[in-house]
């Protein structure tokens, strides 16, 4: 086990509402980030979070928003979900730094219906 | 743009066979981290290696092994006398040198299934 830690497991909600996935990074580690795992893809990379600031970001609309909080911890807010939202959602913590590999949590499956 | 191919797509082989999974990759980047992460079914996704680009070395960690060639942009990954437990979906993945904030960006993975 990584440490690090995902609420909900899964999830489903209807075309049009918002959505709040959370992560629990590895202890020590301040660098959040954030994948999406549609069925059958590799994962694709939302943004990053580095001591509470947003420190790149993938190809996602606006609607797709975080937040990282003191203790390291993060959420990712979907607003005004699709049906293309649909996927395995996963967080991966780090410590910033050039030798530094990202370590993955159990993810959240989200279902937009 | 950076750029990580897994040509196979599903792989099947036999218990005790040994494999080979492919990973080409692109990247304009002198300086850059190659990874293989290891997907099972519960979804986590589980590191293996990281393997920075100035290290043309191959490694091996017990039925693991890499294959790194800077040449053909390739990290190809062996595992040997493979077991059933390693049935999984397994990723290549490719980050700038700070790995800590610099993205990933994955293949689209090679589903491998052992059959006992």
Redesign the interface.
């Known amino acids: 086990e990584?440490g690090v830690t995902q609420s909900p497991t899964h999830l489903i909600k209807t075309r049009g509402q918002q959505v709040t996935l959370r992560c629990s990074s590895q202890s020590g580690h301040n660098?959040v980030?954030w994948?999406q795992q549609a069925l059958?893809?590799?994962?694709?990379?939302i943004f990053?979070y580095?001591r509470e600031e947003e420190?790149?970001r993938?190809n996602f609309p606006p609607r797709f928003s975080g937040l990282q909080f003191p203790n390291y911890s993060s959420e990712l807010n979907v607003n005004a979900l699709e049906l293309d939202d649909s996927a395995?959602y996963?967080c991966?913590s780090?410590?910033?730094?050039?030798?530094?590999?990202?370590?993955?949590?159990?993810?959240t499956?989200l279902t937009v219906l | 743009a950076q750029k990580v191919t897994q040509a196979q797509t599903e792989i099947s082989v036999v218990e005790k066979e040994d494999v080979t999974l492919d990973c080409v990759y692109e990247t304009r980047d002198t300086t850059y981290y190659l990874f293989w992460y290891k997907q099972p079914p519960s979804g986590e996704l589980v590191f293996l290696i990281r393997r920075n680009s100035f290290d043309e070395q191959n490694e091996i960690s017990g039925r693991y092994s890499w294959n790194f060639q800077k040449s053909t942009s390739s990290f190809n990954f062996t595992i040997t006398a493979s077991q059933v437990v390693d049935s999984a979906v397994y990723f290549c993945a490719l980050s700038g040198f700070n790995s800590g904030n610099t993205p990933l960006v994955f293949g689209k993975g090679t589903r491998l299934s052992v059959i006992a």
């Open positions: 990584t660098t980030s994948y059958g893809q590799g994962p694709q990379f990053q580095y420190n790149g993938g395995l996963l991966a780090s410590l910033v730094g050039p030798t530094d590999t990202q370590y993955f949590g159990p993810g499956r």
